[in-house]
Structure formats: C-alpha cells, structure tokens
C-alpha cells in the first residue's frame, strides 16, 4: 500500500511536494530527515496521519469512521503530515541544506547518494557513505541534456588527466590520505557535476579501509570503487556511455546504477530478493518513485 | 536490438518462470552458437561484469557439488585490468542448467553467457586478452566467427554476441 501511495505522491504533485518527500525519508547522515512510513487503523483520529517524532514515524491511517482511505486519501494525509508537522517545523534546516528549492534534479541526486546509507545493509559493514552538501541549482532537463552532450563518444576516466585541473573542488577523506580522499571527491563531485551541471562539495564519510578504495572497475581501466559504491567506468560493449554511479549490497548485486544509454541516463534499481523497481528508466518522476520505495523498504528493514 | 527476443530473469518469480526463462536462454544460446560456429566442439563461458564478491559466488558453485552436480570440470578464469576479470569456463553442456540461475541470482550489472571455440583455449597466454575482448568489446583479439553467445544488461538480453 506505501507504494502504491507513493506511486500517487509523485504523480500528482508537485516537484517541490516530491522533494520534501524525498529529504523527510532519507537518512539523517545524509542530510534527510530519516523519518519512515508506516500505516496504521487507530480507533479515533480525525486528521488521518500522526506524526511521532520521537520514533520519527509518519503514521497514515488506513480507513476513516465510515469507510476505508483511498489511495488517494492517504496521499493526501501524507502531503497534509508533512507540510504540516514536518516542513513547518523543520523548514530552517531544509533551507539551510538546499532541499525545497523545485530543482528536482538536486533531490535526485542527493537521494541517490544520500540513499546508501540507509539501504546497505548491516551498517558495520558500510564502507563509505557520502554526503551532498551543498548544490547549485539546475533543471532536469539541462541536467540530462548536459550529460548526453558531454558524453557523446565513449564517455570520460573522470580521474583521467583532463579532470585534474578540478582545483577548486573540496573534498575531505576523514583520517586518510588526502590525495586519495581529493581522487575519490573528484570522482563524486564530477559525476554529481556532469549529471547536474552544478558546483557541489562533496565529502567522503568514514572510508574504514584503503584497501576498499580501488581504481579500475570491471575487470578494465577506469572508474574508482568505494566499498559498494562503484562510479565512472565505462560500458565499452554497449558503445554508448558509462556508469555513472553504481551501489551495490553485500553480495554484490547491484541496487541502483545510474547509466547512459545511446546518449540518455537511465536508472536501474531494484529492492534486492523482492523486485526490480527501476528498468532503464529516464523519466525523472519514475525515478523518484522508484528512489523512494527504495528508502521505504531500507526503513522497512530497520535502517 | 528490436530483433532480439524479449528474455528477462525477473528476480521475482516463481520456479516454473525461472524454468521457462532458463529453457529460452539455452535455447536461444544453442541456436545462435549452431548458427555462428561450424565445429562442434567448444567450451562455454559464462561471466558477470564487473565481478564483484566473487567469493560468495564460488561458494554457490562449490555447493552444487552436494547436489551431485559434477563440477570439476569447472575453470576460473580471470581476464582484463589486473586480472579483476572473473568468469568460469566449461565443456559440459548439462552444466549450463545448474549455472545459469547462479549467475542471475547474483545480480550482476551485466551477464555474458559464451560458446568458444576449442582451439581457443589452448592458447593460455592469450586467453585472458580473448576473454577480455568478449567481454568489453573494442579490440580484435578474436574474430566474431570464434565465439557465439548472449549478453544481459541487468537480467535483459540486450545483445547477440
């Protein structure tokens, strides 16, 4: 039923509504709110959500005093919960961190790096978490448009030698080697960059182990590997572009993978043992949908 | 592309679909290898790209022996940038069956399933470097009339190798 709801959030409401979706469930550690979705059928409640922020719990009440929610009903107590009782309250923050400004791409992005936290799972095991601070503002139009101009051909080595005047990037590998931490946030902020066209600062979370930090993905030069997150390497077979970011579980399957396609980016993701949510996806909408089932099942799965 | 037939492992089904998708795939492979390679003889090769906790998947391997699936016949081989490459080849047509879903099951990004033709493989040096072009693509390591197969992108058949 969360999804089904969420499928009808995206739909039919705003790209600002979306993104504040997006920040209140993504992790805390990565600039969300870290709030999760739960239903439920109390005896009374006239509002048809509650709102536990000591559990950070948005709870959506299932049927009303004469009959079930709808769908449709239940989206709408979502939307009225969040603005409410979460954007309201909390609107300084969001601010402050450039969620809410109708630039759905920067959500999209945040979320999707923002979303390792929270679906990796066994979060001892996390290698490397990253956070968005700050980005400028694009549109998903330009973004993607930006991204297929600049990946005509074969793609880029974004450690290549023609990113190394990318001076001005500021990039932290808390407790180690710094020129391997500015690699890797050159990495992270290119493909940030290319996708959106926007100047971010990236920083590198608690990377445990160097010997996790690896260049060359894929059995081929190219790309850099970050415990389970893995970006830039190209897709040489299909002659049309590279991965731009790929984060994969514990066993190594892949769980989101942002690509080109003959000029296009496209998403795939898939919420592992219980669906494939995204297929070569382009349409923004899908993919946020697709982004935020896939931070309802991390909650779900108490992360 | 639009020629290709519409064949995707979905990662939730049920055994009878797995099976159905199991049967197209080798069946669909056998074809292709019959229609692309003259001898009959030759090895099959199947490997994830990019490889990855490829311990995990060799333990899977390794079980199948307890179902009395013969698997010695099995290789691994590693190819491409400091040999991080990762694949297994084998002669034994019937193994196809007990390999496949492992594959699948392991999520990689893409998938290639192979025919390569005997004499191949006996070049040990150049192996890799053949293994390598398959898979990426780009050089001319190994003519297209020396191997036959299928390639997946996230459990799709996206290309006739």
């Not at chain 1, 993701?269 to 899908?286: D, M, Q, T």
């Not at chain 2, 979905?10 to 199991?22: G, M």
Request: net charge neutral; hydrophobic share 40%; charged share 20%.
């Amino acid at each position: 039923m969360i999804d089904q709801v969420l499928d009808y959030y995206v739909n039919n409401y705003s790209a600002e509504s979306t993104l504040s979706l997006l920040q209140t469930l993504s992790h805390p550690s990565q600039g969300g709110l870290g709030y999760k979705l739960q239903t439920f059928n109390p005896y009374i409640d006239l509002d048809g959500w509650e709102v536990d922020h000591t559990s950070k719990t948005i709870k959506l009440d299932t049927s009303s005093l004469f009959s079930n929610y709808t769908i449709q009903d239940i989206a709408i107590n979502l939307k009225e919960a969040i603005e409410t009782d979460i954007t309201k309250q909390r609107s300084s923050m969001i601010s402050r961190i450039g969620w809410g400004t109708g630039k759905v791409v920067v959500g999209v992005i945040e979320t999707v790096v923002g979303t390792i936290g929270i679906i990796v799972p066994e979060p001892g095991t996390t290698l490397a978490g990253v956070g968005m601070v700050t980005l400028g503002v694009n549109s998903l139009t330009d973004g993607v448009t930006q991204l297929s101009g600049a990946n005509q051909g074969h793609g880029y080595n974004l450690l290549g030698s023609a990113f190394g005047k990318v001076g001005s990037v500021s990039a932290e590998l808390a407790g180690y080697d710094s020129v391997v931490g500015d690699k890797i946030g050159r990495g992270v902020f290119m493909v940030s960059s290319l996708a959106f066209g926007s100047i971010g600062t990236v920083k590198i979370l608690n990377v445990k182990s160097l010997s996790a930090i690896r260049f060359g993905v894929a059995g081929q030069p190219g790309g850099v590997e970050v415990g389970r997150i893995a970006m830039a390497y190209p897709s040489n077979r299909a002659m049309d572009g590279m991965t731009i970011i790929n984060i994969s579980n514990n066993s190594g399957q892949f769980i989101l993978r942002f690509v080109t396609h003959n000029g296009k980016l496209v998403v795939n993701g898939r919420i592992v043992g219980v669906s494939k949510i995204l297929k070569h996806e382009g349409n923004w909408k899908v993919v946020v949908k697709g982004l935020l089932k896939l931070l309802a099942h991390g909650a779900k799965q108490g992360m | 592309m639009a020629d290709l037939p519409q064949i995707e492992w979905q990662e939730q089904s049920n055994s009878d679909d797995n099976l159905k998708t199991k049967e197209s795939i080798i069946e669909l492979l056998k074809l292709h290898v019959k229609y692309k390679l003259i001898e009959n003889e030759y090895f099959y090769f199947i490997a994830p790209d990019p490889a990855r906790n490829v311990l995990l998947l060799t333990k899977k391997i390794e079980a199948l022996a307890l179902l009395n699936i013969n698997t010695n016949g099995i290789k691994i081989v590693n190819y491409g940038h400091k040999n991080r490459g990762w694949g297994v080849i084998f002669q034994e047509a019937e193994l196809l069956e007990s390999l496949i879903p492992l594959f699948f099951e392991h999520g990689p990004e893409h998938l290639a399933i192979t025919a390569i033709k005997n004499s191949l493989l006996d070049n040990h040096k150049k192996l890799p470097l053949i293994l390598s072009s398959i898979i990426f693509g780009g050089n001319n390591t190994v003519a297209k009339n020396e191997y036959a197969g299928l390639y997946f992108e996230c459990d799709r058949l996206t290309e006739l190798l």
